[in-house]
C-alpha cells in the first residue's frame, strides 16, 4: 500500500522537487543526528546516549521538561537524563528527538496568516489524542503516533516561505472556511501539505513509520492500510474551527471501535494535557 501511495504521490505530484528545493530546509542540530544514531545502533549502549544528549543542557532540560510534564503522568519526577532515556526506550526517545529537532529548525514565517503559538496548540492537540487513540488501538506505536500528530502539518510553514504569494491567499481561504486545505491544494497545485512533509521526512532520515503517517495523514484510510490510524484520526482537527474537525473524529473513533462516549472523554483529557504540551514546543 505504502508504494501505491508513493506511486500516486509522484504521479500527482511530479513538481514537488521544485517547491521544497525553493527553501532550503535546514540540517538538524549536529548532536541530534549524532544522537540519532546511537539510538539506532543497536550495539550502543544508552549510557553513551545519555552522555550525549546531556553534553548539551538545552536539550538536556526539553527532554526533562517534556518527560516530566502531564503528558507522561510519571509518579515520580525524572532528574536525570540517564533515567529519561531508560524509561523512554528506544523509540520513544528517536521521536521525542526528532520532534525536538523539527520545533527547533522550523521556520517561523511572518506572514500575518501564520500563528505561531495557534500552529503548535493544534499540533499538540493532535499530538496528545494520537497518543491517547494509540494506547487503545495499537500501544506499541503510542510514541510514533504523538510525533507523527506532533508534525503532520510541519510544511505549512516552509510552503509560506516556499510560495507566499500562492499560499498565503489559500490558506487564507482555508481559515475563513472556504472548503477544506487539502482539497484547496490539490486544485491549485496537484499536491497537498502532506507530501510536500513527507519529502521533508526523507530530506531528514525520519523513522519510515512516522514518515508514511505524516505524508499520508489527509490520504483515505481504510483498516488494512499500515499508515498509523491514529494520526490518520487526528487529521480533521482544524486550527480555527473545532466543532467540524471533533466530529468527524468523532465518527473515524467510532471505525476504530471507540464509542462516541469513550473518544469524547479521550478529546477532554488529551485536549487538556495539549496546553502543557504546546508550550515545550511553541
Known amino acids: 500500500m505504502l508504494s501505491l501511495f508513493r506511486t500516486k504521490r509522484a504521479e500527482r505530484g511530479a513538481d ?3 517547491v521544497v528545493s525553493k527553501y532550503e530546509l535546514p540540517s538538524f542540530p549536529a ?10 545502533d543497536e550495539n550502543a549502549a544508552l549510557s553513551e546516549i545519555a552522555e550525549l544528549v546531556s553534553a548539551d543542557p538545552g536539550l538536556s532540560a526539553r527532554l526533562l521538561r517534556t518527560v516530566n510534564s502531564s503528558a507522561y ?4 519526577k525524572v532528574q536525570s537524563i540517564a533515567h529519561a532515556i531508560s524509561l523512554l526506550g528506544r523509540g520513544a526517545l528517536e521521536s521525542m528527538l526528532v520532534a525536538m529537532a523539527v520545533q527547533q529548525i522550523l521556520p517561523r514565517p511572518t506572514a500575518a496568516e501564520f500563528d505561531p503559538v495557534r500552529f503548535w496548540r493544534t499540533a499538540a492537540r493532535r499530538a496528545s489524542v494520537a497518543r491517547a487513540v494509540a494506547d487503545h ?9 504523538f510525533t507523527a500528530g506532533l508534525l503532520q502539518d510541519m510544511a505549512i510553514p516552509v510552503l509560506l516561505l516556499a510560495r507566499p504569494h500562492e499560499y498565503v491567499p489559500l490558506l487564507r481561504r482555508w481559515y475563513a472556511g472556504d472548503g477544506d486545505l487539502v482539497s484547496l491544494e490539490r ?8 507530501q510536500v512533509a513527507r519529502q521533508m521526512c526523507d530530506e531528514w532520515s525520519f523513522p ?10 489527509h490520504e483515505h484510510w481504510t483498516p488494512d492500510v499500515s499508515v498509523l490510524p491514529a494520526v490518520h ?19 473515524m473513533g467510532e471505525s476504530l471501535g471507540l464509542a462516541a462516549d469513550q473518544m469524547q472523554s479521550l478529546l477532554d483529557a488529551s485536549f487538556d494535557e495539549a496546553d502543557e504540551i504546546a508550550q515545550l514546543f511553541a
Open 16 to 18: 514537488l522537487h521544485p
Open 31 to 40: 548532536l541530534i543526528l549524532r544522537a540519532l544514531e546511537k539510538v539506532r
Open 73 to 76: 503522568c510519571l509518579r515520580h
Open 137 to 145: 488501538v495499537d500501544p506499541s506505536r503510542r510514541s510514533e503516533s
Open 187 to 194: 486544485d491549485a497545485f496537484d499536491w497537498d501539505h502532506g
Open 208 to 217: 519510515e513509520v512516522i514518515a508514511a503517517a505524516i505524508g499520508a495523514h
Open 233 to 251: 484520526l487526528v487529521a480533521p482537527l482544524h486550527e480555527t474551527q473545532d466543532e467540524p474537525g471533533i466530529s468527524q473524529v468523532l465518527e
